[in-house]
């Protein structure tokens, strides 16, 4: 399931992220969608490709990997993120849901680190600073 009002365009975070062409109240779900997961091993391969840019980790242990269908993946990253998501490792799915209202023509993001307001560095700003 995915509301029709979603769509991919070029992203002012770069390369591409997901809009809305309507404003969308809080607690909105936009998304749910299955996962692919991929093994540990698979995980590791696929961390050596571009795919490594659009996985998350999955499982309650985060060493196994997921690559969302639909839009999943194309969500950008934001500190103070406008959406959550949601993962169900049984059933192979994420929800992707507003946590705030979002005006027409806004970017969706979520919050790699899971929590829409933690502020801890990801990844890439990790490698971003220590490059400085």
Not at 37 to 54: C, G, H, P, Q, T
Not at 72 to 89: G, K, L, T, V
Request: charged residues 25%; proline residues 5%.
């Amino acid at each position: 399931m995915m509301l029709p009002i979603l769509f991919i365009a070029p992203s002012r975070k770069g390369g591409r992220g997901v809009f809305t062409s309507e404003d969308i109240p809080a607690n909105t779900v936009l998304e749910i969608s299955p996962v692919l997961v991929f093994s540990v091993a698979d995980r590791a391969a696929i961390e050596k490709s571009k795919l490594y840019n659009y996985i998350f980790e999955w499982g309650p242990s985060h060493k196994k990997g997921a690559l969302g269908m639909g839009y999943i993946s194309m969500y950008n990253h934001d500190y103070q993120a406008n959406c959550e998501y949601e993962m169900d490792f049984d059933g192979e799915m994420m929800t992707i849901r507003t946590v705030k209202p979002v005006k027409k023509g806004q970017e969706l993001c979520i919050n790699y680190n899971a929590d829409p307001n933690d502020e801890t560095l990801v990844w890439f700003h990790k490698t971003e600073k220590s490059r400085k």
